[in-house]
């Protein structure tokens, strides 16, 4: 990695609840978080929170704001940099659909923030939920 990679999360409530994915790949394979990922050449992260959102859930939101922003970086064992990602975690409006797991998740649902303390998380998700309440 020469350079950070921007991604943009999806930061989905509806009815009380959180849309997450179980992550499929690496850097967070295994770890529940928002659905996101890698924004695209000309694209806003606006953009590619609605568009991560829909392919990897099957539901369509809209973007509303921007919470917050989080480095993620993460080293091999001799402090080389493995992945450098600068998050961009946008708040969406839930429009429709019932979330099924595709592309990089393995699994999908929506969770009641006291669940969420149970589960096995993707680092600073309680960082984003909180930039949701805030």
Request: aromatic share 6%; hydrophobic share 40%; with cysteine.
């Amino acid at each position: 990695m020469t350079r950070p990679t921007l991604g943009a999360i999806a930061v989905v409530r509806h009815e009380g609840r959180l849309l997450l994915v179980k992550r499929a790949k690496a850097p967070n394979a295994g770890t529940w978080g928002f659905p996101g990922g890698h924004v695209e050449l000309g694209e806003t992260a606006l953009s590619a929170a609605e568009r991560e959102l829909h392919e990897e859930t099957g539901v369509i939101g809209t973007a509303e704001r921007y919470l917050t922003n989080i480095d993620v970086i993460t080293r091999d064992g001799q402090g080389k940099i493995r992945f450098h990602y600068l998050l961009a975690a946008v708040q969406c409006r839930y429009r429709s659909g019932t979330p099924v797991a595709a592309d990089d998740a393995m699994d999908a649902g929506w969770f009641l923030p006291q669940d969420v303390a149970g589960l096995h998380q993707s680092p600073n998700l309680q960082t984003v939920i909180d930039a949701l309440d805030a």
